[in-house]
């Protein structure tokens, strides 16, 4: 079973930057796209970022292209997303997600994904 946890969540001011952490375990985290998605309270889960098994393939929501960077670290099991320029409108709790058949692209969808963090919560003050 494929367990993912996410870290590195935290208040930070308007025009920061934070680095969030996902690490797998329990699979072949190598062989599977994954993504990140966020909720703000009261609004639904909306796609932010994903990246494919080799991370050749990224895919970013318009509202943070530009300004957050995916990438995954296969030897550590680790997919990150970089930060940058922090808007108030950023903060919600971050998931991370993988799909559970190998090779697959990246999509969009959350009904893609098949396993999911316990979400890290992203405070922007502004």
């Known amino acids: 079973q494929v367990q993912l946890v996410e870290s590195g969540g935290e208040l930070v001011q308007a025009g920061g930057s934070l680095r969030l952490s996902c690490a797998a375990s329990g699979g072949t985290f190598s062989r599977y796209a994954m993504g990140w998605f966020r909720q703000a309270p009261g609004k639904e889960r909306d796609f932010v970022a994903a990246i494919n098994w080799n991370g050749g393939i990224t895919r970013y929501a318009d509202s943070v292209k530009g300004r957050f960077t995916i990438s995954r670290a296969n030897v550590k099991n680790t997919m990150y997303l970089q930060m940058n320029s922090l808007k108030s409108e950023d903060t919600a709790v971050y998931y991370c997600?993988?799909?559970?058949?190998?090779?697959?692209?990246?999509?969009?969808?959350?009904?893609?994904?098949?396993?999911w963090g316990q979400g890290t919560q992203v405070t922007v003050s502004s």
């Open positions: 997600a993988a799909k559970s058949v190998p090779l697959r692209p990246p999509g969009v969808g959350a009904n893609e994904y098949d396993y």
